[in-house]
């Protein structure tokens, strides 16, 4: 028969009373001479937030403690949990001594020891003790553990605290630290060293990284990194700090190496972001380096160039608002600033009105300039540019099912251009269009798919009224399925498209009722005249366009694939690009190439290019990552990388190697080796660990 006593020793005198008591359940209870009472069988014991499970509870109350035989389980308020064969403590379970014990946090880290001392239910002291969060079965050696002389846990700090600790594998002693603290499983945010890592290259020779995090307040915080091999001092630094309505992040390095002993070399960027009154938002970066190799060198990024931004925004349901301004720094041998251009400006709003005469209204007011350092025609060229345009759009569907879309756009724009004697310092441009889009969708439908089949015709007309501009941002158009069907296919607004132009097109949609599609797209433009604007490689030059191909297919599994291919009349290529994207729970893949044809305005040669990105998990354990570019015209690689993940409960091993084949006059060719050994469950920022093997009975 179970017996419970609600309160704990109610009949007991009033000081037990007075420091809090438990509630009790045994499968037996007596009391012997008055002052003793004896919970025996399956003993259960109930204080505040804290729970025990023991065989036997004897509590005397001359000496006002409890005297507990195992096997013992005590469940604090903070998740730790105690195990023990003997133990005497308080009622309150918060002081005393547990031998032959152990001590889980959070399910993590187990610390095991010859005693425990508790005290003031906020300190846990462990002698001759031994930490691991690795699952140990029965009397087996963990794959690694700290043994210290004494370890002192800090319930309220959450903070481990070892003296005279040595860490082992497989039981052998491999590092010896006097002293050591480590945050528990519970703690996010906490000032000590993080994970070390090595790396190896061979501009750099082999080093070491050994980053120390430091907590600025409850939301900043710093991490100085300092990385040290053969050939260079380095100190990097991580800041990042949260605002109510925003946040900062600032990364820096700062070397001294022998391959530039001539100068102390570093970077810096810096970025945030901030929301404004009235629904705005600010973003700005920096972006700065010493010399064009440095980031290369030190892997901190493959950027050949560098954009320092400052921008705001607003996106609302009926406007639109951007401003922008940026600087680019090129790291590129055959580039200079000068000639970039370096300062691009931006700015504009646009504005959207519904139901006006049964279409849509949209309003666009834009301004953008750019400015050189250099003087002379072209090379030092600046220019600036205010413009407006007024847009109407509206469908109409026929009773027989034709879809009629019509588009009638009006625009002014006036340039102001220095430096080149080539054009007016001053020029004003009217721009106006009409188009005219005709399909006629037929649709079948079975139980489980549906198809459409789109015919497609597209007839405008623009008119451009004002003197010639030099081009600036429309120097790589293309040929896509998304301009097909637009009067003006150029991306910017310095030059536009002018005369008649029809487009046809076939557009083919098939989708199943499992959720998957297929999309084929078809088409051709005709010009009244050619544009000089269109270059080879755009598909578009000439009066008769290339033929478009672009397909778009979501598959099964998330197997995605996007591909479009532009073809002359006497069936050559002009461009074609595939990308396949594949996510499983095992697998992440993202490939692609591109080749396009050689263009006397832009390069000598055609381009061809196979990249790919993947991630292999083999095994709950292990995980395989693959990623390189390869230049075919050149028949030889730009850069490879290989990783090697293994992971288990309580370690994660990572192991990068990784080759960059390209070189310049500022850059060699380098090989990157990396190395880094985490040891898990010690903070909960941490990763997150493998899986725990199961232990056989």
Sequence with gaps: ???????????????????????????????????????????????????MTAEQVIFDQTTDQLDIVGPIVIRTNNGAVFTAERATLDPQLENGLLRGARLVLNQQIQLAANQINRVDGRYSQLYKSAVTSCQVCGTEIPLWQIRAERVIHDQVERQLYFQNATLRIRNIPILWIPRLRLPDPTLER???????????????????KVPYYITVGDHSDLTLIPYLSTETRTLEARYRQAFLTGEIEVNLAVSEDTLRPDITRGYIVAEGSFELPSDFKLEFDIENATDPAYLLEYGYSSKDRLDSALAISRIRDSDFFTGSLTYYETLRDDETNSTLPPVVADLSYERRLRNVLGGLLNWRLDADAIAREADGA???????????????????????????????????????I??????????????????????????????????????????????????????????????????????????????AETGMSTAIGLRWTHRTTAGRQARLTFGKVYQES????????????????????????DLFDGLRFDGRVLLSDNGETTLATAGL?????????????????????????????????????????????????YDVVADEPTRASLGLEWRNECTIVDLTVSRRFTSSTNIEPSTDFGLSIELTGFSAGGSIAGPARRCNN
Aim: charged fraction near 25%; aromatic fraction near 10%.
């Design 1 to 51: 028969m179970r017996w419970l006593v609600p309160i704990l020793f109610w009949f007991f005198a009033t000081p037990v009373l007075s420091q809090g008591v438990a509630s009790l359940v045994a499968d037996s209870i007596s009391i012997e001479n008055g002052d003793r009472l004896i919970a025996s069988g399956g003993v259960e014991a109930f204080f505040g937030d804290q729970t």
């Design 190 to 208: 906490a000032t000590g060293f993080l994970i070390p890592r090595i790396r190896t290259t061979d501009r750099l020779s082999t080093g070491i």
């Design 378 to 416: 072209d090379a030092g060229r600046d220019l600036s540019r205010v413009g407006t345009e007024v847009s109407w759009h509206r469908n109409w569907i026929s009773g027989t099912g034709l879809v009629t879309s019509s588009d009638v756009r009006l625009g002014a724009d006036f340039f102001r």
């Design 418 to 495: 220095s430096d080149d004697p080539t054009f007016d310092e001053s020029q004003f441009r009217v721009t106006s269009s009409a188009t005219v889009v005709l399909s006629y969708p037929l649709i079948s439908r079975t139980e489980y798919s549906q198809n459409l089949l789109e015919p497609l015709v597209a007839v405008s007309f623009r008119n451009v009224t004002g003197d010639p501009t030099p081009n600036e941002d429309s120097t790589r158009p293309e040929l896509d399925a998304g301009n097909l069907l637009w009067p003006d296919r150029l991306p910017g607004q310095d030059v």
């Design 530 to 553: 050619a544009n000089l604007a269109f270059n080879q490689g755009s598909g578009l030059d000439g009066t008769v366009s290339d033929w478009l191909i672009a397909a778009q297919l």
């Design 581 to 629: 994207d594949w996510e499983t729970e095992r697998l992440d893949l993202a490939a692609n190439y591109i080749w396009q044809t050689s263009d006397q305005d832009l390069r000598t040669e055609a381009i061809s290019e196979w990249s790919f990105d993947t991630a292999y998990r083999i095994s709950d354990k292990w995980k395989v990552e693959f990623d390189g570019r």
